[in-house]
């Protein structure tokens, strides 16, 4: 399995409060993946990473923002949360190497914001 | 606009016998294509993939096939097994493009 890991893995938090989600992997992969999961929506990204302060936007971006000062961390931050981001977010990296396109998914951070 | 469609949103199948996941998409950019297998409470794990040059692409009991001109792709799992009860999803990229686009999953549920 790839070395990923995402704390934490639950959170309550209320409306309107600052929540940052921290993505860690130990494989040294260059791009790194922020993703939402919702009943019927499948998975849609948030926000990706191309390298260190190297990021871009995703389909979902508004209200998110993220971070990479480090190749092993990627932090997901919302900045006022809403009800509308209760969701189970999850982390993915790629190299991309020899054609390769497969991203590696971690476990998984469950929010609920209420 | 969704890209990658999955029109069944759930699938039963009995023990032993054959599961066709199906898989519709709309961007003729696309030329990479991967299903994606996830258990409750687990983080989606990689099953198997196919290049647009391809047609076909075997991993012991799953096989995806591509029908480019139909856009479609489909995977197959024989014989299914009760451990195969999950939710499939697939996704697609373009060359150059280091981003997924995911279809909205199947359930399937093997029925012993």
């Known amino acids: 399995d790839a070395g990923i890991t995402q704390s934490p893995r639950h959170k309550v938090t209320e409306t309107g409060t600052p929540v940052t989600l921290r993505c860690h992997q130990t494989e040294n992969h260059r791009y790194m993946y922020w993703y939402r999961q919702d009943p019927g929506h499948g998975l849609r990204l948030i926000h990706y990473?191309?390298?260190?302060?190297?990021?871009d936007k995703g389909e979902v971006s508004d209200g998110y923002s993220v971070s990479r000062s480090k190749t092993e961390d990627f932090l997901l931050t919302l900045e006022s949360a809403t009800s509308s981001q209760t969701s189970v977010y999850f982390c993915?990296?790629?190299?991309?190497?020899?054609?390769?396109?497969?991203?590696?998914f971690g476990p998984g951070t469950r929010l609920t914001v209420t | 606009d969704q890209q990658v469609k999955q029109n069944s949103p759930s699938l039963s199948v009995q023990e032993g016998r054959i599961s066709i996941l199906n898989c519709d998409y709309t961007?003729?950019?696309?030329?990479?294509f991967l299903w994606y297998k996830k258990y409750p409470a687990e983080g989606p794990t990689f099953l198997i993939s196919?290049?647009?040059?391809?047609d076909k692409n075997e991993d012991g009991r799953f096989t995806v096939f591509l029908n480019k001109s139909a856009k479609h792709l489909s995977l197959h799992i024989v014989p299914s097994q009760p451990g195969d009860s999950a939710v499939y999803f697939c996704?697609?990229?373009?060359?150059?493009?280091?981003?997924?686009?995911f279809g909205t999953g199947t359930r399937l549920t093997i029925i012993p």
């Open positions: 993915a990296i790629s190299e991309r190497a020899s054609g390769s396109y497969e991203q590696y």
């Open positions: 996704a697609a990229s373009g060359f150059g493009n280091e981003k997924l686009t």
């Open positions: 196919i290049s647009s040059i391809k």
């Open positions: 990473s191309y390298g260190v302060k190297d990021t």
């Open positions: 961007n003729s950019m696309f030329d990479y």
